[in-house]
């Protein structure tokens, strides 16, 4: 059975740093583009950042350029997400969610072009 497994959540003050991981099990990682994504409560559940498979390209929503970094490493079935300079309006809770590709360089910042994804994790900035 196929698992995303999210970790690193957590409660940090405002400029705090958390690092989040995703596991995947059953899946060889390699042949998925992997977003993270987050819903915070009361909102629609939005795209935050994605690498492809090969870890060559990354992308990211504006609010988070330059303070969160998304990364693999496919020999551990494992992505990160790296977040710095945390604000209260980063609380929500993270999924990460994988995107079976065909290209190497290829991701999308699409929902619904994810097929597997994980529980998620909470993460909460204290002002």
């Known amino acids: 059975q196929i698992q995303l497994i999210e970790s690193g959540g957590g409660l940090v003050q405002d400029g705090g740093s958390l690092r989040l991981s995703c596991l995947a099990s059953e899946l060889t990682l390699s042949d998925y583009a992997m977003g993270w994504f987050r819903q915070a409560p009361g909102k629609e559940r939005e795209f935050v950042a994605a690498?492809?498979?090969?870890?060559?390209?990354?992308y990211y929503i504006d609010s988070v350029k330059g303070r969160f970094i998304v990364s693999r490493d496919n020999a551990k079935n494992t992505v990160y997400l790296q977040m710095n300079s945390l604000k209260p309006g980063d609380t929500a809770v993270y999924y990460c969610a994988a995107d079976r590709t065909v290209a190497a360089s290829a991701l999308s910042t699409r929902i619904y072009e994810y097929r597997f994804w994980g529980q998620g994790t909470q993460v909460t900035v204290s002002s």
């Open positions: 690498v492809s498979s090969s870890g060559w390209n990354t």
